[in-house]
């Protein structure tokens, strides 16, 4: 069911976020110059707020090999994979909790699921997007046959 679905990508997002250490956890991430004279490093350090700086001593820094690279991996820190986390969660308790009965699952086309509730109070509720993002954290195939 999608919903155990969400909730084991939701587990998988937090034990990655868990699994960093300390100050890639709770530390603002950054882009910062490098080496290579460009921003394709990224870097933990709060002396960076909102410009490109060269790394510092005080910084844990990686460096990628491309500048959109770098700023990508900075975008999706932890605090983005803890809110995916978050609403993976209650997309979970709502498609199983208020929605179970009437949940039906469709295989579109292109291979892709569709999680859909139409005779809900009148409302529909869509858990597409919710279940491709699992799909993705867990590293699944979109056509895959887990629903």
């Known amino acids: 069911m999608s ?59 990686i460096e990628t090999y491309s500048e959109s690279l770098a700023a990508f991996i900075a975008l999706l820190g932890p605090p983005v994979a803890l809110a995916l986390a978050e609403m993976l969660e209650h997309q979970a308790d709502d498609m199983s909790d208020e929605h179970a009965e009437t949940l039906t699952f469709s295989k579109a086309d292109g291979g892709t699921y569709s999680a859909v509730c139409d005779n809900y109070g009148g409302q529909r509720w869509d858990w597409t997007a919710a279940v491709a993002v699992a799909r993705a954290v867990l590293r699944e195939p979109e056509g895959g046959d887990r629903t």
């Open 3 to 61: 919903a155990d679905l969400l909730r084991h990508a939701a587990e998988t997002l937090r034990m990655a976020v868990t699994a960093l250490l300390p100050e890639w956890r709770t530390k603002p991430w950054r882009n910062v110059l490098t080496d290579t004279e460009s921003t394709t490093g990224v870097a933990v350090c709060e002396t960076h707020a909102g410009r490109p700086i060269e790394a510092c001593d005080n910084c844990g820094h």
